[in-house]
């Protein structure tokens, strides 16, 4: 079982960034397969980015560029680095773990654990 919590959203301007923070409980935290997602209200939820446990990571085209996942096994954490955010970035952003020792998943539905969300906003 693995408990995760969100942290680091906020509002901030078009054009700033955020670093979003996922903590996860256990110690098997490195056997994890972590994925970040999102949500509008109104709009499903849509894949972000995934780090695999041997830390192999991609990001989905939407983010390309903008968005960096990376994970400190050491802190049992995993991170999203967004830059450039623009308005339609505002969502709630959930944090995802699937294990053990899996490749990068990018469906919602591989994964088995969640967090509660952050929300994240973004003005204009």
């Known amino acids: 079982q693995v408990q995760l919590v969100e942290s680091g959203g906020g509002l901030v301007q078009a054009g700033g960034s955020l670093r979003l923070s996922c903590a996860a409980s256990?110690?098997?935290?490195?056997?994890?397969?972590m994925g970040w997602f999102r949500q509008a209200p109104g709009k499903e939820r849509e894949f972000l980015a995934t780090?695999?446990?041997?830390?192999?990571?991609y990001c989905a085209d939407s983010v390309q560029g903008r968005f960096t996942i990376s994970r400190d096994n050491a802190k049992n954490t995993v991170y999203l680095q967004m830059n450039s955010l623009k308005p339609e970035d505002t969502a709630v952003y959930y944090c995802?773990?699937?294990?053990?020792?899996?490749?990068?998943?990018?469906?919602?539905?591989?994964?088995?654990?969640w967090g509660q969300g952050t929300q994240v906003t973004v003005s204009s």
């Open positions: 780090i695999s446990w041997r830390g192999s990571a």
């Open positions: 256990g110690r098997t935290f490195n056997r994890y397969t």
């Open positions: 995802a773990a699937v294990g053990d020792f899996v490749p990068i998943k990018l469906r919602q539905d591989e994964y088995d654990y």
